[in-house]
Each structure stands twice: as C-alpha cells, then as structure tokens.
C-alpha cells in the first residue's frame, strides 16, 4: 500500500507538468516510458518495501546503492567507457562494505535473512536498469514531464494491484512514532506527503533532469 501511495500521489503531484507537455508526445516515445514506468518505477519501489519487511532499513538501502557497480559494468561492455583506476577501487571497498553488513555482526549470515537480501539485490538490479533507462527518456518533455510520464503509467500499473478503494484512508489521521535522537508523533498523512514530494517526485525529477545532462 505504501508503493501505491508513493505512486499515485507523486502521478498525481507530476500530473500537471505532463498536462502541459503532452502534445510534444509521440509514439516512439511510449516504449521507454513504459519500460521505465514497469521496471524503474513499479518494480523497484514494489522491491525496496519488500525488502523492508525482511531487512532493517540500512542493509535495505546499502544493498540497493550498490547499483552503480552493474551500471559501470554495462557501460563499460555496452559502451566501453574506461572508468579510472580509483573508480574500481571504490567498488571493491563497495563489495567489501556490503559483505561486512551481510555476513558481519552478531550472528554472522545467520542473522540476515537470506530472502530479504535476495529482494534487496533485485531491488539494486532494478535501480541500476532505472538510471540506464532514465537516459533514454524523451528530453523533449522537460525534467518535470521526464519524471510525469511514467510516474502517471506507474500509477495505473498500481491501481490494479491496490485499487483506490483498497487504500487505508481510515489511518490517516493515525499518530506514528519518528524514531531518532528527537523523537516526534505526528500524523500518518504527514509522513506519507513525505514521502511523495520528498522521497519520489524531487528524486525521480532530479535524476532524470540530471540524467539527460551528464549521462548515466
């Protein structure tokens, strides 16, 4: 339920910008729309959250930022781009910190359940195939319009796994912990516009709008 919300707010928040550039639209361009929406989008964020009901948050996304290692890898075969000396250095520290958080602390492999890592290297596949796709989204449309297009085709791909009236409205208004060195209780519906602004319309809008300047 929280994939679909993140979703369909930001679809909802983006709807607008699309609005604005849909003329611009061609059917060339629908098939990496598409792509993006169902892998980088749908499949990705549907990954991530089930890798939070196995792992704890920082393995979940230690796991999943290792993406870049594969991407250097594509480029490198598909492109054959020649990355510095010290970029291969970084991704061998990147493979050492990832075997310490898996196969370190107390109880060793043990300790980690071992599905919840599987999910969360399909969650790095899926983020890397994201940033590879997101350089072939139309620049035509503008980064807000890059970001709109599939955000909206995600959406609907929701909307059949969690239809709209299956959403939990009735916790809204619920009062949720924040964890930390200053703990706070606020509203459910404040974390989860959170999440929609902050943690998915201004990264996917950064990324791409980023993307289409300095390449994957």
């Not at 729309?33 to 996304?61: C, E, K, M, P």
């Not at 940033?131 to 059949?160: D, E, K, N, T, W």
Request: aromatic fraction near 12%.
């Amino acid at each position: 339920s929280v994939s679909a919300v993140r979703t369909v707010g930001s679809a909802l928040c983006l709807l607008p910008f699309v609005v604005l550039v849909w003329r611009r639209f061609t059917r060339a361009m629908l098939p990496p729309v598409i792509a993006y929406a169902a892998i980088g989008i749908f499949a990705s964020q549907a990954l991530y959250f089930q890798t939070l009901s196995y792992l704890d948050v920082a393995l979940a996304l230690v796991l999943s930022y290792i993406a870049p290692l594969p991407i250097a890898f594509y480029q490198h075969v598909r492109r054959g781009e020649r990355l510095p000396r010290y970029a291969y250095a970084v991704m061998v520290v990147a493979i050492a910190g990832v075997s310490l958080s898996v196969l370190g602390g107390s109880g060793g492999v043990g300790a980690v359940s071992i599905i919840g890592v599987c999910f969360g290297f399909a969650t790095m596949i899926t983020f890397a195939a994201m940033v590879i796709l997101s350089a072939r989204q139309p620049a035509q449309l503008g980064p807000m319009g890059r970001a709109g297009a599939p955000m909206i085709v995600a959406a609907v791909l929701y909307l059949f796994v969690v239809p709209p009236w299956a959403f939990p409205y009735d916790k809204l208004d619920d009062v949720v912990m924040l964890a930390g060195r200053f703990p706070l209780e606020v509203p459910l519906w404040t974390t989860l516009v959170w999440i929609v602004v902050l943690g998915s319309v201004v990264p996917f809008s950064l990324i791409l709008g980023g993307n289409a300047r300095v390449g994957s």
